[in-house]
């Protein structure tokens, strides 16, 4: 079994804050992990400013 929804979401927050500046490769990771498959791979990633 992987890991539940909070596990995985208390991780990216882990990630956002010892990240100042996410780069395109960190956000694809986080993406695929959480198994979101952007619909144009070329489009720039989706801002959150919160995260930031």
């Given at each position: 079994?992987?890991?539940?929804?909070?596990e995985?979401?208390?991780?990216?927050?882990?990630?956002?804050?010892?990240t100042?500046?996410?780069?395109?490769?960190?956000?694809?990771?986080?993406?695929?992990?959480?198994?979101?498959?952007?619909?144009?791979?070329?489009?720039?990633?989706?801002?959150?400013?919160?995260?930031?």
């Amino acid at each position: 079994m992987g890991p539940t929804p909070d596990e995985m979401w208390e991780w990216a927050e882990q990630q956002a804050a010892s990240t100042p500046a996410w780069t395109d490769e960190r956000w694809q990771r986080v993406n695929a992990i959480f198994g979101i498959r952007l619909a144009d791979e070329q489009r720039p990633p989706q801002q959150y400013p919160e995260a930031a």
